[in-house]
């Protein structure tokens, strides 16, 4: 398995759609008080944004880390170094924007193939 350098493009490029799908979220949770309706763009960024998180978990074992100036690519240290970090707060994420509202039968949310309500 090829680890992914921490300074390359494609993690540039990862990074930045995941900050994009962040901002819709931060912009459209407060707006869900209010009923928008069942816009097809909520459900395909509702999507987006479940198979992002649920991929970038698995990913995040393979992309490499800078540590007192050097890269890291030993994938036991990545591990490690993720496992100790940002891999709780992304499992919640992933729970909470899945898993969760399937449960709770939140309205607006993907409901995982659940009825939309």
Do not use: C
């Amino acid at each position: 398995m090829k680890v992914l350098h921490p300074h390359s493009l494609k993690r540039l490029l990862w990074d930045l759609l995941g900050g994009a799908l962040i901002m819709f979220d931060i912009v459209t949770i407060p707006l869900r008080v209010f009923d928008l309706g069942d816009a097809p763009i909520f459900t395909v960024m509702q999507w987006t944004s479940l198979l992002y998180w649920s991929a970038d978990i698995p990913r995040q074992f393979l992309m490499g880390f800078e540590e007192y100036g050097t890269i890291e690519t030993r994938l036991n240290r990545i591990a490690k170094n993720y496992a100790t970090s940002w891999l709780v707060p992304d499992l919640f994420i992933l729970v909470l924007i899945g898993l969760l509202p399937y449960f709770l039968g939140i309205p607006g949310r993907l409901a995982l193939g659940g009825p939309q309500k």
